[in-house]
């Protein structure tokens, strides 16, 4: 059977993905003692902020006549991949962000945990991007995914720093 989305369920994924982020990164920054990790785990965690304020934006602004406006899936294949992604995101949930990176045995498997997420996101916005109508932001999740990609570029260029 068909799954029903909306674009409210879709910035609310990305709220959340957002806000797990966050938290990573916080937990990141203050689970290192090197000085420049710290500054770009904290600058990311800035980063991630500015993100779930988008998303929350996002949602504030939909106008009446779409929030209940519906793309069907008939074989639930978005719906499945856009849960998938989402629950299986390298950022777990907030209150687990700690215990994440504390299982990390070091800034490398820190920064690479972090460099998985990145990319996942990514790709889950490029396929929200599918669904959202013109009209509710296309082209800022747009600005999003070349931010994200700004942070892949600067995790890996950090990991290689690393060897």
Same mark, same amino acid.
């Given at each position: 059977?068909?799954?029903?989305?909306?674009?409210?369920?879709?910035?609310?994924?990305?709220?959340?993905?957002?806000?797990?982020?966050?938290?990573?990164?916080?937990?990141?920054?203050?689970?290192?003692?090197?000085?420049?990790? &710290?500054?770009?785990?904290?600058? =990311?965690?800035?980063?991630?902020?500015? !993100?779930?304020?988008?998303?929350?934006?996002?949602?504030?602004?939909?106008?009446?006549?779409? &929030?209940?406006?519906?793309?069907?899936?008939?074989?639930?294949?978005? !719906? =499945?991949?856009?849960?998938?992604?989402?629950?299986? $995101?390298?950022?777990?949930?907030?209150?687990?962000?700690?215990?994440?990176?504390?299982?990390?045995?070091?800034?490398?498997?820190?920064?690479? &945990?972090?460099?998985?997420?990145?990319?996942?996101?990514?790709?889950?916005?490029?396929?929200?991007?599918?669904?959202?109508?013109?009209?509710?932001?296309?082209?800022?999740?747009?600005?999003?995914?070349?931010?994200?990609?700004? !942070?892949?570029?600067?995790? $890996?260029?950090?990991?290689?720093? =690393?060897?």
């Amino acid at each position: 059977m068909g799954q029903i989305l909306n674009a409210d369920e879709l910035f609310k994924i990305g709220v959340q993905i957002e806000k797990n982020g966050k938290e990573f990164y916080l937990a990141a920054a203050d689970n290192t003692d090197d000085r420049d990790l &710290k500054k770009m785990f904290a600058e =990311l965690a800035k980063w991630e902020g500015r !993100h779930v304020s988008l998303f929350e934006e996002f949602r504030a602004n939909i106008p009446a006549a779409l &929030k209940n406006e519906f793309a069907y899936d008939p074989e639930n294949s978005i !719906h =499945l991949y856009l849960k998938s992604v989402a629950d299986s $995101t390298v950022f777990v949930k907030n209150d687990d962000s700690e215990k994440n990176v504390k299982s990390c045995r070091s800034a490398r498997e820190v920064l690479e &945990k972090a460099l998985v997420f990145e990319k996942d996101s990514v790709v889950f916005y490029s396929s929200m991007k599918q669904i959202v109508p013109d009209a509710l932001g296309k082209s800022e999740i747009d600005k999003l995914i070349i931010e994200e990609l700004y !942070h892949v570029g600067l995790l $890996t260029k950090e990991i290689q720093n =690393l060897v």
